[in-house]
């Protein structure tokens, strides 16, 4: 059973940044591809950034140039940096495999940038 959570969502002022968490169980981080995705209200979950085992990290188009994202196998760990947040990227984050295995999804975490 693989558990994934995430964690430091926040509201932010346009502009701003916030760096997201997940730790999941198992040795998901270190084998499998993984990825951040997110959810905006009234739309469909998409893929933001996503990241191989060695390190090899690809972005959304939307994003590429404010997000960063990261894994530390150690501590089964990936990280989303972002910078230079906008409204737009209101949402539910949630981090899982890339692609996405629907028993693993986490309770996300909120993230909210407004003024």
């Known amino acids: 059973q693989v558990h994934v959570v995430e964690s430091g969502g926040g509201l932010v002022q346009p502009g701003g940044s916030l760096t997201l968490s997940c730790v999941a169980s198992g040795n998901i981080v270190r084998i499998l591809r993984m990825g951040w995705y997110r959810q905006a209200p009234g739309k469909q979950r998409e893929v933001v950034a996503r990241?191989?085992?060695?390190?090899?990290?690809e972005y959304a188009e939307f994003v590429q140039g404010r997000f960063t994202i990261s894994r530390d196998k150690a501590n089964n760990t990936v990280t989303l940096q972002m910078n230079s947040l906008i409204v737009e990227d209101t949402g539910v984050y949630y981090c899982?495999?890339?692609?996405?295995?629907?028993?693993?999804w986490g309770q996300g975490t909120q993230v909210t940038v407004s003024s």
């Open positions: 990241v191989t085992p060695g390190g090899i990290a």
């Open positions: 899982n495999t890339y692609p996405s295995n629907n028993a693993w």
